[in-house]
């Protein structure tokens, strides 16, 4: 595609219910990346895909959280038992390998946790 | 941990100045910079990115430069217009899969 596309854009849930949000990549981009970005805070790094490498799941905040890349090319962030706390814009990135790895970001996936 | 700031936070000027905004970090070895905008309830915006191996980039209005020894980064507009208005976001990429981002500049250009 054109761009990085995330799905679905807005997704409201109950507390204790379980989320699946979903980031297609810019085609033949290898590397991708997820943040979470809480009102009015930074991007905080969450997890990144860089091929068929071990992702680094260095930033994830606790064991609800858990992603996957399958085929290189589609990713699903899921957060299980969601928490108040979770509420957050969730963004998606991928980027080309290389000394010019520009990282292009989807629009994101806006989660409430009600 | 790579600590980035941003000054200002917020910036309001009347369309047509020039302005600089400021990013700097304290871990110098870093690999790239790059600078994106953020507008209101959407994704970010890639503007310029500098290797590590340069001093500047350009694109249009815009100009960043990259100072690694001082760990500093600015990115100038010229002729500011009301589209310009936006959060700008700099990221120091400290290795191939770590960037760290400031908290922005919040960027009000009044017609």
């Known amino acids: 595609g054109a761009g990085v596309s995330q799905s679905p854009s807005n997704k409201v849930t109950e507390k204790g219910k379980d989320v699946e949000l979903r980031c297609d990549p810019i085609?033949?981009?290898?590397?991708l990346y997820w943040y979470r970005q809480s009102l009015g805070q930074g991007l905080e790094f969450l997890i990144y895909?860089?091929?068929?490498?071990?992702?680094?799941k260095s930033g994830l905040p606790s064991d609800r959280f858990s992603a996957e890349r399958t085929g290189g090319s589609v990713s699903t962030l899921t957060i299980q038992r969601t928490q108040q706390e979770d509420s957050a814009v969730y963004l998606c990135?991928?980027?080309?390998?290389?000394?010019?790895?520009?990282?292009?970001f989807g629009p994101g996936t806006r989660l409430t946790v009600l | 941990k790579q600590e980035v700031t941003q000054i200002p936070a917020a910036l309001s000027v009347p369309e047509g100045e020039n302005l600089v905004l400021n990013c700097s970090f304290t871990?110098?070895?870093?690999?790239?910079l790059q600078w994106f905008r953020q507008d209101p309830g959407k994704g970010l915006t890639s503007l310029l990115l500098?290797?590590?191996?340069?001093r500047e980039q350009t694109s249009g209005r815009l100009n960043a430069s990259l100072d690694k020894s001082s760990g500093r980064s600015t990115l100038y507009i010229a002729a500011s217009q009301p589209g310009d208005s936006a959060t700008y976001l700099c990221?120091?990429?400290?290795?191939?899969?770590?960037?760290?981002f400031g908290s922005g500049t919040k960027l009000n250009v009044k017609p």
């Open positions: 990135a991928s980027s080309s390998t290389g000394p010019r790895n520009e990282q292009f």
């Open positions: 085609s033949g981009h290898t590397a």
């Open positions: 895909f860089q091929g068929n490498s071990a992702p680094d």
């Open positions: 871990d110098s070895a870093i690999y790239n």
């Open positions: 500098i290797q590590s191996s340069q």
């Open positions: 990221a120091p990429q400290r290795s191939f899969n770590k960037f760290y």
